[in-house]
């Protein structure tokens, strides 16, 4: 039986022509029943059950307010009851330190990014080992590198990116009640989004949140 994704993508700095080709190569058809929209209401106005979702933007087309907090927490619950959730680059914004997709969701926020792109190495921990990381290199790409608020008590810090300005969490996940998130700060551009390990990272960090512990 194939799991149902949820792909929340596409604005005007994050188009889909450059996040659904690279989709296509994390989800095999054959595994995955896949779901493409602009909209994160869509996913609370659905009454079809989903395995995972993914945010690659805020997912407020233009002409929508932001989700109320009455709105993520909808969501919220959808994550303890057993669904899957991934913040991927820009899925990071527009998260405010009092809300429910900060406090009791994702455990991080994006607070600013480098002023251009710049080379970007990211590296897993070496620490301990986790299974979004596994078999992950390091790798270098010219991204725009992404500083986030992380509450390191809540989740667990899975991989660290580097530029010429700062050291930054790049990558952590964690449970919360019966689901499992995933986030992931790479991926502004085709090179960094596309890079095979970042594809990688993807796909593990998929299977991981779908996986029943």
């Known amino acids: 039986m194939k799991s149902k994704v949820y792909i929340i993508r596409d604005d005007i700095n994050h188009p889909k022509e450059v996040i659904d080709p690279v989709m296509e190569k994390v989800f095999d058809a054959e595994r995955w029943e896949v779901v493409l929209t602009d909209r994160a209401r869509d ?7 989903a395995d995972l979702t993914l945010f690659f933007t805020n997912g407020r087309p233009e002409g929508e307010e932001n989700l109320s ?3 993520q927490l909808q969501i919220v619950q959808k994550v303890r009851s057993g669904m ?6 820009a899925g990071l914004v527009l998260i405010e330190p009092d ?7 994702n455990s991080g926020r994006f607070v600013e990014h480098s002023p251009y792109h710049v080379e970007v190495t990211n590296n897993p921990v ?6 979004i990381i596994e078999g992950i290199e390091p790798f270098t ?6 500083y986030c608020q992380v509450d390191t008590t809540r989740t667990d810090v899975i991989l660290f990116s580097t530029s010429q300005h700062v050291t930054a969490a ?17 991926g502004h551009n085709p090179e960094a989004l596309g890079h095979p390990q970042m594809i ?14």
């Open 141 to 146: 790409v010219l991204d725009e590198h992404y």
């Open 170 to 186: 790049g990558g952590w996940a964690h449970g919360v009640g019966s689901g499992k998130v995933v986030a992931l700060t790479p």
């Open 126 to 131: 070496t620490s301990f080992k986790h299974p």
């Open 69 to 71: 907090p009455e709105e």
């Open 43 to 49: 996913l609370i106005e659905t009454e079809e059950a």
């Open 200 to 213: 990688q990272l993807m796909k593990n960090g998929a299977d991981w949140a779908v996986r029943q512990s």
């Open 99 to 105: 809300s429910p997709f900060y406090v009791e969701l």
């Open 84 to 89: 899957g959730m991934m913040f991927i680059h």
